[in-house]
Nanobody, 125 residues
Framework: QLVESGGGLVQPGGSLRLSCVAS??????????IGWFRQAPGKEREAVSC????????FYANSVKGRFTISRDNAKNVVYLQMNNVIPEDTGLYYC??????????????????WGQGTQVTVSP
């Protein structure tokens, strides 16, 4: 399973680090793609950032480039999303996803796999 944490209420311009801990399997699999997706109220779910170890290949949504960073700690079996200089439009429920059925490149991330339960991020003054 995947368990996300680190969400909360943050002011615009602030930072958060989301964590996704995997249990029951290893994230250190070169066939896997790991992603962070988010869904805001009334909006479709969107890919925020993805990483594939084989490459490596990174994807960032245009709206978060230069502000968010995806990383992983294979020893701890954790993937992170460092969110800096957040804006109100970053508000949403953030999900961690891991799977091998994926399309990933610098400008696209489509991923099917195991989803976590999500962690809420709210950016507000």
């Amino acid at each position: 399973q995947l368990v996300e944490s680190g969400g909360g209420l943050v002011q615009p311009g602030g930072s958060l680090r989301l964590s996704c801990v995997a249990s029951g399997f290893s994230l250190d699999d070169h066939d896997q793609t790991i992603g962070w997706f988010r869904q805001a109220p009334g909006k479709e779910r969107e890919a925020v950032s993805c990483i594939r170890e084989d490459g490596p290949i990174f994807f960032y949504a245009n709206s978060v480039k230069g502000r968010f960073t995806i990383s992983r700690d294979n020893a701890k079996n954790v993937v992170y999303l460092q969110m800096n200089n957040v804006i109100p439009e970053d508000t949403g429920l953030y999900y961690c996803v891991v799977g091998s059925a994926a399309i990933i490149a610098r400008n696209i991330c489509m991923l099917e796999g195991l989803w976590g339960q999500g962690t809420q991020v709210t950016v507000s003054p």
